[in-house]
C-alpha cells in the first residue's frame, strides 16, 4: 500500500488530486491489490444503484469498508483513532475519509454537515451507525443522527448488510496490529456483502426502523448454516 500510495502522490504533480481520482484510486487499490493479497472472497448481491445517496451498514471487522468500497464509490465516515494508524490513514485521507470523534457532540455535528455537503455535491457517504463493531449475532442500536439529515435533506438511505463465516474476522483485539495478524492468520477470509433497495422517507425515525430492520433480516438470513460462531 505504501508504494501504491508513494506512485499516486508523484503523479499529483502532472494530474492534480480530486475527489473522482481519489475514489478511482481506492477502487483499484482494492480490486488489484488490496483484496487479492488479503485473499478475500466476496459473495454479493445487490448493486450500488443511486448516486448520491446515504448507505448504511452493519460493522464487524476493519475489512468491512475494504469489502464494501470495491464496489461503492463512497466517501466513508470513520472514526478518528484511525487515523492514527500507520500508511493506512494516509491511504484514508487521499481516498475519502471523514473523521467523526463519536464521543464529542460537536464533531458529531460537523461530521453530519459535512456529509450533507458532500452528498448535495454529487458524491455517496458510507456510514456505520452503530458507532462500533458489532460481534454478536444481530446489530447493535443504531445512532439516529444521520438518518435524521437524510430524511430532512431528501436523500435516500440504502442499507448494506455483511457478514463474516469466521470468528477470527469478527474485531475483538483492542489495537489494530494484534487485530490483523489474528484476522489473517487463516488463508483465507469469506465474506457476504448485500447492497438493499434505497428507502425514501421525510420521517428520520422511519428510515432508522426500516434500515435496521432489513439489516438484521439479511444477517439472520446470511447465517443460516454458514457463520457457525453465531450458533
Not at 494530474?15 to 484510486?25: G, M, N, Q, T, V
Not at 457532540?105 to 455517496?124: C, F, H, P, Q
Not at 495478524?181 to 457476504?192: A, D, G, I, L, P
Not at 420521517?203 to 438470513?221: F, R, V
Request: aromatic fraction near 12%.
Amino acid at each position: 500500500m505504501s508504494i501504491f500510495i508513494t506512485i499516486y502522490l508523484l503523479t499529483t504533480f502532472f494530474i492534480p488530486h480530486s475527489k473522482d481520482r481519489a475514489l478511482r484510486l481506492r477502487e483499484m487499490f482494492l480490486t488489484y491489490v488490496g483484496i487479492p493479497l488479503l485473499n478475500i472472497k466476496i459473495e454479493k448481491s445487490g448493486y450500488p444503484e443511486i448516486t448520491p445517496a446515504l448507505y448504511v451498514s452493519n460493522h464487524r471487522s476493519f475489512t468491512d469498508p475494504v469489502v464494501i468500497c470495491r464496489y461503492l464509490k463512497a466517501f466513508v465516515i470513520g472514526k478518528a483513532e484511525v487515523a492514527g494508524y500507520p500508511i493506512i490513514s494516509k491511504g484514508a485521507e487521499l481516498t475519502g475519509v471523514i473523521w467523526v470523534d463519536r464521543d464529542s457532540k460537536a464533531s458529531r455535528t460537523d461530521t453530519r454537515s459535512k456529509m450533507i455537503e458532500v452528498l448535495k455535491s454529487g458524491y455517496n457517504i458510507l456510514v456505520y451507525p452503530e458507532g462500533t463493531v458489532g460481534t454478536h449475532r444481530h446489530t447493535l442500536p443504531f445512532r439516529k443522527g444521520t438518518f435524521m439529515e437524510a430524511a430532512a435533506n431528501n436523500i435516500p438511505v440504502v442499507p448494506i448488510a455483511i457478514e463474516y463465516d469466521s470468528p477470527k474476522d469478527l474485531w475483538i483485539k483492542e489495537k489494530f496490529v494484534p487485530q490483523y495478524f489474528y484476522q489473517f492468520s487463516k488463508w483465507r477470509t469469506n465474506v457476504k456483502v448485500r447492497f438493499g433497495t434505497p428507502l425514501f422517507s421525510d420521517n428520520g425515525d422511519e428510515l432508522h426502523q426500516k434500515a435496521h430492520d432489513w439489516i438484521n433480516e439479511q444477517l439472520t438470513d446470511m447465517q443460516e448454516n454458514w457463520a457457525n460462531h453465531f450458533k
